[in-house]
């Protein structure tokens, strides 16, 4: 049992490229959330699922996309990177209702 | 507008004594509370949580307390202990669309 698996650990992109990092679950968890940290900011919530097949946007989703085919993986995608995306990245899963997320050990993010 | 605020950024306390973290929220829809762990280079764990129904969780030396009324809870960490010393964020979940909302977090530092 790998709990949440995030790839990459690191990356470093040039400001428009584009990139997906990758978030596994085999926990059978229904939903997945993908959050940033920044100094000073804490996590701040970018998408967020809650079932295969169906996404909704979080705080921060502007340039980022996501996309949920099967309930274990959850991508997220940098369509063109800035270096305002700069920063770690998490995903995160849980089952529905009140109970906390279960979180990935992160891909730190510099975009040069 | 931030909806769950940690106002300390970082906060000191001598080995053995009290830790206490306060957070404050905005959003009456919170209808359940976190509190997670952060060591450096690692995701989030999570520690405690509470549900608005009631105003007390206790599990080993941490205990939380939730006042409705004034919007805030607090999570109290006795004795603190030098493996303590991370960055514990607070946390709330919207019942309406079961997205979890992070405040930026608090640095406990034990000191010997």
């Not at chain 1, 309930?71 to 995306?85: H, I, M, V």
């Not at chain 2, 053995?16 to 509190?35: A, E």
């Not at chain 2, 941490?62 to 004795?79: C, G, R």
Request: proline share 5%.
């Amino acid at each position: 049992n790998a709990g949440v698996t995030q790839t990459p650990k690191f990356q470093v992109l040039k400001t428009g490229q584009s990139m997906t990092l990758q978030c596994a679950q085999d926990m059978n968890h229904e939903y997945m959330s993908w959050y940033r940290q920044d100094p000073g900011m804490g996590l701040r919530l970018i998408h967020y699922s809650v079932g295969a097949g169906i996404t909704d946007q979080g705080e921060v989703p502007n340039g980022y996309n996501v996309s949920r085919s099967t309930t274990e993986d959850f991508p997220l995608r940098l369509l063109s990177a800035a270096p305002s995306q700069t920063s770690v990245y998490f995903c995160a899963s849980k089952v529905g209702g009140p109970y906390g997320y279960t979180f990935g050990s992160g891909t730190r993010l510099t975009v040069v | 507008d931030q909806q769950v605020k940690q106002n300390s950024p970082s906060l000191s306390v001598q080995e053995g004594r009290i830790s206490i973290l306060n957070c404050d929220y905005t959003n009456s829809m919170f209808d359940y509370f976190l509190w997670y762990k952060k060591y450096p280079a690692e995701g989030p764990t999570f520690l405690i949580s509470i549900s608005s129904i009631k105003d007390k969780n206790e599990d080993g030396r941490f205990t939380v307390f939730l006042n409705k009324s004034a919007k805030h809870l607090s999570l109290h960490i006795v004795p603190s202990q030098p493996g303590d010393s991370a960055v514990y964020f607070c946390a709330a979940r919207e019942d309406r669309d079961d997205k979890i909302i992070f405040g930026k977090g608090t640095r406990l530092h034990i000191l010997p």
